[in-house]
């Protein structure tokens, strides 16, 4: 299952019980909303955030890791 869009309650769910990945996940939102990134909630949980300028990103539970 992979869902694409601005706002997604599986996403901001899963990060509204730490702060700190709250204040990111905002950030990454307001980037998705202003057309610069996109995000996809990956089967696993994790989310792919992928930037027009090429770079992806996976945000996992514990670790952000560069995939391009």
């Known amino acids: 299952m992979s869902s694409r869009g601005v706002f997604n309650p599986k996403i901001a769910k ?3 019980v730490d702060p700190a990945k709250a204040i990111v996940m ?3 939102c307001q980037l998705v909303a202003n057309g610069c990134a996109e ?5 696993n949980g994790d989310i792919q ?7 992806t990103f ?3 539970q514990r670790v952000i890791i560069r995939l391009a």
């Open 39 to 43: 995000w996809v909630l990956l089967e």
């Open 14 to 16: 899963r990060f509204n």
């Open 58 to 60: 996976l945000l996992a």
């Open 26 to 28: 905002s950030y990454a």
């Open 49 to 55: 955030l992928s930037f027009n300028t090429g770079e």
